[in-house]
Structures are given as structure tokens and as C-alpha cells.
Nanobody, 113 residues
Framework: QVQLVESGGGLVQPGESLRLSCSIS????????MNWFRQSPGKEREFVAR???????NYTDAVKGRFTISRDKAKNVIYLQMDSLVVEDTAVYYC???????WGQGTQVIVRS
């Protein structure tokens, strides 16, 4: 059974950085496309970033140039490096495997002065 477990969230100030991790069990990350989504209070869940099996990445416009998605094949982990955080990045961040539509439980990110 494939399981995704996110970690690394927390409370930071605007301009600071966080790195989220998505640990994958039961599946090899380099085989499937993996996404990060986020959901802010009162809003729909939205796409943030994707990394494909070949390493190709794409991002939503709101995070381009600030966030970087990557994978460590040896550790079976997907990362989301978030720099220059702004208040609008506050959300629960979810890891998602496209195939099978598998989701983690989410990790909370709060950006506040």
C-alpha cells in the first residue's frame, strides 16, 4: 500500500524559508509524477508544483522563482523548498501521487509577521 507522509511545516515570518518533505513508502518516486498542492482556509485546494518521472518540473505562477520541487530517489522523498515566503503562502500543503490519486495527510505552513 502506497503511503505519503508530509513534514517540515511550521510558523515563519515573511521572507523566510521552509523545506517540506514527502516521504513515500510502497512506491518508487522516480516512476510516477508527484505533485504538491495547498489549501488555504475557505479556499479550494490548488496545485503548487509537479515533478515528472524524468525530473521535469512545473509550477503555478504564484510560486515560480520562489519554490523548488525536487526528489531524492535513494531516500524515496519529494521535497518542496519554499523561499521568500509571503503571507499568501499560508496553507496546508499536501503531497500527491498522480497515478492512483494518492494523498498525504498534509503539513501546515503559516507565514505571519
Amino acid at each position: 500500500q502506497v503511503q505519503l507522509v508530509e513534514s517540515g511545516g511550521g510558523l515563519v515570518q515573511p521572507g523566510e524559508s521552509l523545506r517540506l518533505s514527502c516521504s513515500i513508502s510502497g512506491s518508487a518516486p522516480n516512476v510516477y509524477a508527484m505533485n504538491w498542492f495547498r489549501q488555504s482556509p475557505g479556499k479550494e485546494r490548488e496545485f503548487v508544483a509537479r515533478i515528472g518521472p524524468t525530473g521535469r518540473t512545473n509550477y503555478t505562477d504564484a510560486v515560480k522563482g520562489r519554490f523548488t520541487i525536487s526528489r531524492d530517489k535513494a531516500k524515496n522523498v519529494i521535497y518542496l523548498q519554499m523561499d521568500s515566503l509571503v503571507v499568501e503562502d499560508t496553507a496546508v500543503y499536501y503531497c500527491n501521487r498522480v497515478t492512483g490519486n494518492i494523498w498525504g495527510q498534509g503539513t501546515q505552513v503559516i507565514v505571519r509577521s
